[in-house]
């Protein structure tokens, strides 16, 4: 099987992203991806038909645990290391990026 994945689509997805990754990196992410298509590409081989559906997880998805434990202690108040919050929650700016990609595709 060819591969699917080049480095240079490597590169591309993560100058998207903005991240800096080496050349050794862009690298080994593209085996790692491409081993990763080579076992979906075995998985779609694989002949389901008559095999029982699987039960017990619904549209409602999966049950969560109730969260009874302590409170995890910071060492400062959020107020102290966090450029703005609101109601508790801290205030994240949007990335312009999202714009950005979306013009450029237009």
């Known amino acids: 099987m060819a591969d699917s994945v080049s480095v240079d689509d490597v590169r591309h997805v ?8 080496t050349d050794e990196r862009a690298r ?6 491409n081993t990763i ?3 979906m590409s075995v998985l779609q081989k694989v002949t ?5 559906e699987v039960g ?3 549209a409602a998805g999966m049950p ?3 969260d009874d434990g302590p409170a995890a202690p910071l060492d400062e108040r959020p107020e102290q290391f966090a450029p703005e919050m609101r109601a508790g929650f801290f205030i994240v700016p949007r990335l312009s ?8 595709m237009s």
């Open 14 to 21: 993560a100058m998207l992203a903005r991240l800096g990754i």
């Open 97 to 104: 990026t999202h714009e950005d990609a979306a013009e450029e």
């Open 48 to 52: 389901t038909h008559g095999a029982a």
């Open 56 to 58: 017990g997880i619904g």
């Open 37 to 39: 298509l080579e076992h």
């Open 28 to 33: 080994e992410l593209t085996r790692e991806l």
């Open 64 to 66: 969560l645990a109730k």
